[in-house]
């Protein structure tokens, strides 16, 4: 009986170190037989990025005026490496820059880009799209969502991040001397759009908090077409909003 048993557990470790393993070797990417409408088929792990009912990114139309709370944001820290994962261009960020939004509290943890942009508004696609993803202590993601526009001469954050961007896949840069400024990386106007959706990647996980910011940032259209030839096109469809009702700050 003691031998069934470690057999059996053998067998159990076994399956789940398989379905694990198949989860971390799933491949997935922006077009084809691994393109996002199959997302859901790929992994066990990714079956919201087909069967969830709140997934974004979505089409940015009607939305509600509402007393949101204003987004504060309060960054002093600094970008400790960039890294081109295959999928986008990620800056990972030391701790110390914060997300305040009433009285929650989220901290910055990285930003990525997207060409064109993934969130559309009354649809049509920007660009570009700028992730700034955050991480309060409970565990719950906050993204805001920022359009990129070509225009004039940014100076600041934007062009100190043109110099470091890594054309090669699965390469990893220190970065230590590029500050997060949020007066480069977002609008004047911090006016947005809230609803509850998901990361637009696989896992494609739920309960995020999105925040779209209303109006774009305009870079250089050298570091859009940069960014492009870097990632190629990685926006994923936008998502049906299945009754959702997007909130606008007023």
């Given at each position: 009986m003691r031998k069934l048993r470690q057999w059996t557990s053998l067998v159990v470790f076994a399956l789940?170190?398989?379905i694990v393993q198949a989860a971390e070797e799933a491949h997935w990417s922006y077009a084809g037989e691994t393109g996002p409408e199959h997302w859901g088929e790929l992994s066990e792990a990714w079956s919201l990025c087909g069967q969830g009912t709140q997934q974004s990114p979505i089409d940015v139309g009607p939305a509600v005026p509402a007393r949101l709370p204003p987004l504060d944001f309060d960054y002093r820290s600094w970008a400790e490496s960039v890294v081109?994962?295959?999928?986008?261009?990620?800056?990972?960020v030391a701790p110390g820059?914060?997300?305040?939004?009433?009285?929650?509290?989220?901290?910055?943890?990285?930003?990525?880009?997207?060409?064109?942009?993934?969130?559309?508004?009354?649809?049509?696609?920007?660009?570009?799209?700028?992730?700034?993803v955050h991480k309060a202590q409970d565990g719950t993601l906050a993204v805001v969502g920022v359009w990129l526009v070509p225009g004039h001469?940014?100076?600041?954050?934007?062009?100190?991040?043109?110099?470091?961007?890594?054309?090669?896949?699965?390469?990893?840069?220190?970065?230590?001397?590029?500050?997060?400024d949020p007066d480069d990386l977002l609008p004047t106007r911090?006016?947005?759009?809230?609803?509850?959706?998901?990361?637009?990647?696989?896992?494609?996980?739920?309960?995020?908090e999105w925040f779209v910011l209303t109006?774009?940032?305009?870079?250089?259209s050298g570091l859009l077409l940069r960014l492009s030839e870097i990632m190629g096109a990685n926006a994923r469809p936008v998502q049906p909003l299945n009754g959702r009702i997007l909130l606008r700050s007023r």
């Open positions: 789940v170190a398989g081109n994962n295959g999928h986008t261009v990620r800056f990972d820059s914060i997300l305040h939004v009433g009285v929650n509290r989220y901290r910055l943890v990285q930003f990525h880009f997207h060409t064109p942009s993934e969130h559309r508004r009354w649809g049509m696609p920007a660009p570009g799209e700028l992730h700034l001469w940014s100076g600041g954050t934007f062009s100190s991040l043109w110099g470091v961007l890594p054309g090669q896949e699965h390469r990893r840069f220190a970065v230590r001397a590029l500050r997060i911090r006016d947005y759009v809230y609803y509850r959706g998901s990361l637009t990647t696989p896992p494609c996980t739920e309960g995020v109006e774009p940032v305009e870079v250089p």
